[in-house]
């Protein structure tokens, strides 16, 4: 179970996270933290092994390096859609509090096409997941 959540410094609270991408500022997902928690603990009480990457844990280097190892995958994080050009698509992870990582923290959609994942069941819940041309599958 992964999940991310970008949030804002706000006034005298604990500094938390924020990010640009292409222009655009990501703040917080009040919901988001929330939701995780709530799946990973029905997770929990059924006796199924999960897990939460949340906060500065929600990178994209962390997304990459254990979601393989998942048969259900739940991202809660920003999206991002480019009708111009699909595969600038993205989902917005935080970013590396290191300069050592290779990622930027944006999984752009040919990034995804790399990934080797087992799962069983990948759900998105992000803004923009919903957006974007009807493609009906070749069979």
């Given at each position: 179970m992964l999940a991310s959540r970008y949030l804002a410094q706000r006034g005298d ?8 991408v292409r222009g655009k500022y990501f703040e917080e997902l009040p919901n988001s ?107």
């Open positions: 609270s604990t500094v938390l996270r924020s990010a640009t933290e929330k939701e995780v928690s709530d799946i990973h603990r029905s997770f929990s009480e059924k006796g199924l092994f999960s897990q939460e990457f949340l906060r500065q844990d929600a990178t994209e280097e962390a997304f990459k390096a254990n979601a393989g190892r998942y048969s259900v995958v739940h991202i809660a994080t920003h999206g991002l859609v480019d009708e111009a050009d699909p595969r600038m698509s993205a989902l917005v992870f935080t970013p590396n509090d290191t300069t050592l990582s290779q990622e930027d923290g944006i999984l752009y959609a040919d990034e995804v096409q790399d990934l080797k994942l087992n799962a069983d069941l990948v759900v998105l819940s992000s803004c923009e997941s919903g957006v974007g041309k009807m493609v009906r599958a070749r069979d």
